[in-house]
Protein backbone atom coordinates (compact mmCIF):
# COMPACT_ATOMS: atom_id res chain seq x y z
CA UNK A 1 0.00 0.00 0.00
CA UNK A 2 1.41 3.23 -0.99
CA UNK A 3 -0.14 5.50 1.45
CA UNK A 4 0.81 8.87 3.42
CA UNK A 5 4.42 7.93 4.56
CA UNK A 6 6.26 10.55 7.42
CA UNK A 7 9.69 10.38 9.42
CA UNK A 8 10.14 10.12 12.06
CA UNK A 9 7.40 9.21 13.91
CA UNK A 10 8.39 11.04 17.15
CA UNK A 11 10.75 13.51 17.81
CA UNK A 12 11.96 14.39 20.92
CA UNK A 13 14.15 17.47 21.13
CA UNK A 14 15.47 20.78 23.10
CA UNK A 15 14.15 24.30 23.00
CA UNK A 16 16.90 26.33 20.30
CA UNK A 17 17.25 23.17 18.23
CA UNK A 18 16.36 22.56 14.67
CA UNK A 19 14.13 19.91 13.36
CA UNK A 20 13.10 18.34 9.74
CA UNK A 21 10.44 16.18 9.18
CA UNK A 22 10.06 14.28 6.35
CA UNK A 23 6.75 13.90 4.15
CA UNK A 24 5.74 10.86 0.95
CA UNK A 25 2.26 11.32 -0.69
CA UNK A 26 0.61 9.24 -2.54
CA UNK A 27 2.46 9.01 -5.46
CA UNK A 28 -0.33 10.43 -8.22
CA UNK A 29 -1.91 12.90 -5.76
CA UNK A 30 -0.14 16.50 -6.66
CA UNK A 31 -1.37 18.34 -3.80
CA UNK A 32 0.31 17.78 -0.45
CA UNK A 33 -0.66 19.96 3.38
CA UNK A 34 0.70 20.41 6.38
CA UNK A 35 -1.29 20.24 9.35
CA UNK A 36 -0.73 20.92 13.29
CA UNK A 37 -2.68 19.13 16.12
CA UNK A 38 -2.51 19.69 19.43
CA UNK A 39 -4.15 17.47 22.31
CA UNK A 40 -8.19 18.08 22.14
CA UNK A 41 -7.91 20.13 18.99
CA UNK A 42 -8.96 19.28 15.37
CA UNK A 43 -5.80 19.45 12.92
CA UNK A 44 -4.90 23.01 11.57
CA UNK A 45 -3.48 23.96 8.43
CA UNK A 46 0.06 25.24 7.95
CA UNK A 47 0.82 24.97 4.30
CA UNK A 48 0.57 23.25 1.28
CA UNK A 49 1.91 22.57 -1.82
CA UNK A 50 0.26 22.30 -5.52
CA UNK A 51 2.71 19.73 -6.67
CA UNK A 52 6.61 22.27 -6.40
CA UNK A 53 5.11 25.06 -5.84
CA UNK A 54 3.63 26.64 -2.17
CA UNK A 55 0.77 28.37 -2.72
CA UNK A 56 -0.87 29.32 0.80
CA UNK A 57 0.80 29.63 4.16
CA UNK A 58 -1.18 30.19 7.35
CA UNK A 59 -0.58 32.89 9.62
CA UNK A 60 -0.08 29.90 12.37
CA UNK A 61 3.41 29.46 10.11
CA UNK A 62 5.82 31.77 11.37
CA UNK A 63 9.44 32.83 10.12
CA UNK A 64 11.24 29.90 12.04
CA UNK A 65 9.11 27.42 10.03
CA UNK A 66 9.92 26.38 6.51
CA UNK A 67 8.23 24.02 3.70
CA UNK A 68 10.09 22.53 0.67
CA UNK A 69 8.81 20.29 -1.44
CA UNK A 70 11.35 19.98 -4.49
CA UNK A 71 10.39 17.97 -7.75
CA UNK A 72 6.57 18.05 -6.52
CA UNK A 73 7.31 14.99 -4.86
CA UNK A 74 8.45 14.62 -1.41
CA UNK A 75 8.17 17.32 0.56
CA UNK A 76 10.04 18.59 4.39
CA UNK A 77 8.88 20.79 7.19
CA UNK A 78 11.60 22.58 9.20
CA UNK A 79 11.11 24.44 12.50
CA UNK A 80 13.88 26.21 13.02
CA UNK A 81 15.14 26.87 17.15
CA UNK A 82 12.17 25.32 18.44
CA UNK A 83 10.14 26.43 21.24
CA UNK A 84 8.07 24.41 23.81
CA UNK A 85 4.86 25.42 21.90
CA UNK A 86 6.24 23.81 18.89
CA UNK A 87 5.16 20.94 20.65
CA UNK A 88 2.34 18.74 18.52
CA UNK A 89 1.58 16.47 16.06
CA UNK A 90 2.61 17.13 12.73
CA UNK A 91 0.19 16.04 10.17
CA UNK A 92 1.05 15.31 6.36
CA UNK A 93 -1.73 14.86 3.83
CA UNK A 94 -2.09 14.31 -0.19
CA UNK A 95 -4.99 14.49 -2.44
CA UNK A 96 -5.65 14.61 -6.07
CA UNK A 97 -6.85 17.83 -6.60
CA UNK A 98 -9.50 20.69 -5.54
CA UNK A 99 -12.06 19.68 -3.02
CA UNK A 100 -10.47 15.98 -3.34
CA UNK A 101 -10.42 13.80 -0.16
CA UNK A 102 -7.50 14.13 2.16
CA UNK A 103 -5.39 11.14 3.12
CA UNK A 104 -3.23 11.52 6.61
CA UNK A 105 0.47 9.91 7.12
CA UNK A 106 0.93 8.71 10.77
CA UNK A 107 2.37 12.14 11.86
CA UNK A 108 5.24 13.02 14.09
CA UNK A 109 4.89 13.59 17.36
CA UNK A 110 7.01 16.55 17.90
CA UNK A 111 7.81 16.91 21.85
CA UNK A 112 10.10 20.43 22.77
CA UNK A 113 11.40 19.90 26.49
CA UNK B 1 -16.77 32.73 15.35
CA UNK B 2 -14.79 29.43 14.64
CA UNK B 3 -15.13 28.29 11.03
CA UNK B 4 -16.60 24.49 11.94
CA UNK B 5 -18.05 24.00 15.41
CA UNK B 6 -19.03 20.92 16.85
CA UNK B 7 -21.00 19.71 19.86
CA UNK B 8 -18.15 19.33 22.72
CA UNK B 9 -18.96 15.71 23.89
CA UNK B 10 -17.75 13.60 24.81
CA UNK B 11 -20.67 11.34 24.01
CA UNK B 12 -21.69 8.12 25.34
CA UNK B 13 -23.98 5.60 23.76
CA UNK B 14 -25.01 1.94 25.00
CA UNK B 15 -23.28 -0.54 22.18
CA UNK B 16 -26.25 -1.02 19.51
CA UNK B 17 -27.74 2.31 19.84
CA UNK B 18 -27.52 5.00 17.56
CA UNK B 19 -24.88 7.88 17.62
CA UNK B 20 -25.38 11.47 16.69
CA UNK B 21 -22.73 13.79 15.88
CA UNK B 22 -23.28 17.45 15.03
CA UNK B 23 -21.57 20.09 13.17
CA UNK B 24 -21.80 23.75 12.05
CA UNK B 25 -19.29 25.99 9.96
CA UNK B 26 -19.54 29.46 9.23
CA UNK B 27 -18.46 30.24 5.90
CA UNK B 28 -21.41 29.70 3.47
CA UNK B 29 -19.76 29.20 0.59
CA UNK B 30 -18.53 25.88 1.41
CA UNK B 31 -18.93 22.89 -1.12
CA UNK B 32 -17.07 19.62 0.38
CA UNK B 33 -18.27 17.68 3.70
CA UNK B 34 -15.45 15.28 5.61
CA UNK B 35 -15.87 13.18 8.34
CA UNK B 36 -12.78 11.93 9.62
CA UNK B 37 -12.50 9.64 12.74
CA UNK B 38 -9.29 9.75 14.91
CA UNK B 39 -8.35 6.68 17.05
CA UNK B 40 -6.20 8.16 20.18
CA UNK B 41 -2.69 8.66 18.91
CA UNK B 42 -4.10 7.40 15.50
CA UNK B 43 -4.00 10.01 12.55
CA UNK B 44 -7.24 10.94 10.98
CA UNK B 45 -9.02 8.29 9.10
CA UNK B 46 -11.77 9.72 6.12
CA UNK B 47 -15.10 7.89 6.85
CA UNK B 48 -17.55 9.99 4.95
CA UNK B 49 -17.80 12.68 2.64
CA UNK B 50 -20.95 15.00 1.45
CA UNK B 51 -21.48 17.08 -0.95
CA UNK B 52 -25.29 17.61 -1.97
CA UNK B 53 -28.34 18.89 0.38
CA UNK B 54 -29.53 15.37 2.04
CA UNK B 55 -28.51 12.29 2.99
CA UNK B 56 -25.77 9.91 2.27
CA UNK B 57 -25.95 6.62 3.55
CA UNK B 58 -22.48 3.93 3.77
CA UNK B 59 -23.02 0.43 5.88
CA UNK B 60 -23.74 2.15 9.27
CA UNK B 61 -22.58 5.56 9.14
CA UNK B 62 -25.27 8.17 7.07
CA UNK B 63 -23.89 11.77 6.75
CA UNK B 64 -26.56 14.54 6.72
CA UNK B 65 -25.83 18.26 5.08
CA UNK B 66 -28.45 21.40 4.96
CA UNK B 67 -26.42 24.21 3.66
CA UNK B 68 -29.14 26.48 3.72
CA UNK B 69 -28.83 26.05 7.52
CA UNK B 70 -24.76 25.28 6.93
CA UNK B 71 -25.01 22.26 9.40
CA UNK B 72 -23.57 18.46 8.40
CA UNK B 73 -24.03 15.75 10.82
CA UNK B 74 -23.13 12.00 11.42
CA UNK B 75 -25.24 9.01 12.50
CA UNK B 76 -23.44 5.86 13.79
CA UNK B 77 -26.29 3.26 13.71
CA UNK B 78 -26.21 -0.13 15.73
CA UNK B 79 -22.85 1.56 17.58
CA UNK B 80 -19.69 -0.99 18.27
CA UNK B 81 -17.19 -0.48 20.74
CA UNK B 82 -14.70 -0.22 18.25
CA UNK B 83 -16.30 2.95 16.87
CA UNK B 84 -14.90 4.84 20.35
CA UNK B 85 -12.80 7.67 18.67
CA UNK B 86 -13.07 11.43 18.39
CA UNK B 87 -15.13 12.11 15.29
CA UNK B 88 -13.84 15.22 13.20
CA UNK B 89 -15.85 17.33 11.03
CA UNK B 90 -13.97 19.06 8.11
CA UNK B 91 -15.91 21.60 5.71
CA UNK B 92 -13.47 23.16 2.46
CA UNK B 93 -14.11 26.88 2.68
CA UNK B 94 -12.28 26.96 -0.78
CA UNK B 95 -10.66 24.50 -3.16
CA UNK B 96 -7.35 23.95 -1.59
CA UNK B 97 -8.02 23.27 2.27
CA UNK B 98 -9.75 21.31 4.83
CA UNK B 99 -11.14 23.61 7.91
CA UNK B 100 -11.37 20.74 10.82
CA UNK B 101 -13.66 21.24 13.71
CA UNK B 102 -12.46 20.11 17.55
CA UNK B 103 -13.71 16.94 17.05
CA UNK B 104 -16.36 15.19 19.53
CA UNK B 105 -15.45 12.13 21.52
CA UNK B 106 -18.00 9.22 21.24
CA UNK B 107 -17.45 6.17 23.61
CA UNK B 108 -20.09 2.80 22.90
CA UNK B 109 -20.62 1.03 26.25
CA UNK B 110 -20.46 -2.39 25.93
Known amino acids: DTGVSQNPRHKITKRGQNVTFRCDPISEHNRLYWYRQTLGQGPEFLTYFQNEAQLEKSRLLSDRFSAERPKGSFSTLEIQRTEQGDSAMYLCASSRGPNEKLFFGSGTQLSVL | QKEVEQNSGPLSVPEGAIASLNCTYS??????FFWYRQYSGKSPELIMF????GDKEDGRFTAQLNKASQYVSLLIRDSQPSDSATYLC??????????FGAGTTVTVRA
Open chain 2, 90 to 99: AVAPNDYKLS
Open chain 2, 50 to 53: IYSN
Open chain 2, 27 to 32: DRGSQS
